[in-house]
T-cell receptor, first 112, second 113 residues
Framework: DTAVSQTPKYLVTQMGNDKSIKCEQN?????MYWYKQDSKKFLKIMFSYNNKELIINETVPNRFSPKSPDKAHLNLHINSLELGDSAVYFC???????????FGPGTRLTVL | QKEVEQNSGPLSVPEGAIASLNCTYSDRVSQSFFWYRQYSGKSPELIMS????GDKEDGRFTAQLNKASQYVSLLIRDSQPSDSATYLCAVNSITSGTYKYIFGTGTRLKVLA
């Protein structure tokens, strides 16, 4: 069984559209994260949820909205997509806040 | 100054040699340090974590931490072509209730057969 899964794996869409990426972990972890990895491979944290509560909200546009329906799921919704949003988005989870993180396979988002 | 700095490389070493990867960080109150490996097109995976000064060994990997000098390094002994990947250093700190978990930009390692 995959520990941290994300869907979809690839997402190609037009500028201005709204899209969602889903993440699920079956590790029983309390904390989940969203990261963005740009073309230069820099991995930057976007959000962190601990027990369904938002802990970290880095400086990201408010077009990005995370939602955690339960501890095992953390979804990312993006409104009005822009060209600069093209990147690989990774979901991760950890037992406790900022403990060892386990990453999902990533979602490659391409905005045309 | 970047909060976590790594030489982007590529660092090329012959098969069987020791690869030495370095990382410096700026926040003196950093508490936990992690090395992740990322193959091209894949997600990062943890290699080692280290929390106190000194060396920590796990198989062919040794992490070294020096908090006074604010650096953490990763040594890979008997390097194999399969070790060719980007190695990411991550640093965790909690200051005045503010959590930080910051990755370096990674060092690309190439092990030549």
């Amino acid at each position: 069984d995959t520990a941290v899964s994300q869907t979809p794996k690839y997402l190609v869409t037009q500028m201005g559209n709204d899209k969602s990426i889903k993440c699920e972990q079956n590790l029983g972890h309390d904390t989940m994260y969203w990261y963005k990895q740009d073309s230069k491979k820099f991995l930057k944290i976007m959000f962190s949820y601990n027990n369904k509560e938002l802990i970290i909200n880095e400086t990201v546009p408010n077009r990005f909205s995370p939602k955690s329906p339960d501890k095992a799921h953390l979804n990312l919704h993006i409104n009005s997509l822009e060209l600069g949003d093209s990147a690989v988005y990774f979901c991760a989870s950890s037992r406790q806040l900022y403990d060892t993180q386990y990453f999902g396979p990533g979602t490659r988002l391409t905005v045309l | 100054q970047k909060e976590v700095e790594q030489n982007s490389g590529p660092l090329s070493v012959p098969e069987g040699a020791i690869a030495s990867l370095n990382c410096t960080y700026s926040d003196r109150v950093s508490q936990s340090f992690f090395w992740y490996r990322q193959y091209s097109g894949k997600s990062p995976e943890l290699i080692m974590s280290i929390y106190s000064n000194g060396d920590k060994e796990d198989g062919r990997f040794t992490a070294q931490l020096n908090k006074a000098s604010q650096y953490v390094s990763l040594l890979i002994r008997d390097s194999q072509p399969s070790d060719s990947a980007t190695y990411l250093c991550a640093v965790n700190s909690i200051t005045s209730g503010t959590y930080k978990y910051i990755f370096g930009t990674g060092t690309r390692l190439k092990v030549l057969a």
